[in-house]
């Protein structure tokens, strides 16, 4: 049985198409990286300098030098190209990554993201996360559908400090699917044994279904 974040993550995988650039956020996101299928030429990108990440590494045949955003020790496919930091967010700020898929502490009704930082806590750093969000042409945030305390992750209004307004395109949790579109906030697919009144109980934000 796929634990809660496997199944967000196979369903995130679903996301990326043949032929796009994509970069994978710090944390579950990276995990993407591997269920990618051999058969679809992607290219992922990392803000550090690397178009063309593979799978991680197995066991004993790490290279130390070769990281991705999060530090994480990473492989790099047949083609790869290595850059330097400003032509990397050059290649986000021009609108050259058709697809970011990022981790989030909150998201809103509207799209609001917020995933950089909870107030009082130690931060590491932004990463570049405010710039994919609005260099990507399109955004998908993953994350669980509820905190630790079983409290709702998808609000009316974000309660931390965000990282971009009405930026993110599609929400992927274990429970369920969301876009987010002129109409407003829709629920596009129930995850597992949910149903659609249970998205309702364990969501703060308003939705509309699609028919």
Not at 82 to 111: P, T
Not at 123 to 138: F, I, P, S, T, Y
Not at 164 to 190: K, P, S, W, Y
Request: hydrophobic share 40%.
């Amino acid at each position: 049985m796929m634990s809660s974040r496997q199944e967000i993550v196979k369903r995130a995988a679903l996301e990326i198409k043949d032929g796009m650039n994509v970069n994978l956020g710090i944390g579950m996101p990276t995990l993407i990286a591997n269920e990618i299928p051999d058969d679809q030429n992607v290219f992922l990108q990392s803000e550090n300098g690397l178009l063309g990440i593979g799978p991680y590494p197995v066991d004993g045949e790490e290279e130390a030098d070769l990281i991705n955003a999060g530090k994480e020790t990473v492989t790099a496919l047949s083609g790869a190209s290595f850059f330097d930091n400003a032509e990397s967010f050059a290649m986000i700020r021009g609108g050259h990554i058709d697809l970011a898929i990022l981790g989030g502490m909150e998201v809103s009704e509207q799209g609001d993201l917020a995933n950089w930082m909870i107030p009082g806590k130690m931060v590491k750093g932004m990463g570049g996360a405010m710039d994919l969000v609005q260099g990507a042409n399109k955004v998908v945030v993953i994350m669980d559908h509820v905190n630790k305390q079983g409290e709702t992750k998808i609000k009316k209004s974000c309660s931390l400090p965000l990282t971009g307004l009405q930026v993110v395109n599609r929400l992927i949790t274990e429970r369920a699917v969301f876009d987010f579109t002129d109409e407003g906030m829709v629920l596009v697919e129930t995850q597992g044994d949910y149903t659609v009144e249970d998205i309702r109980e364990c969501t703060e934000a308003e939705f509309k279904v699609k028919e």
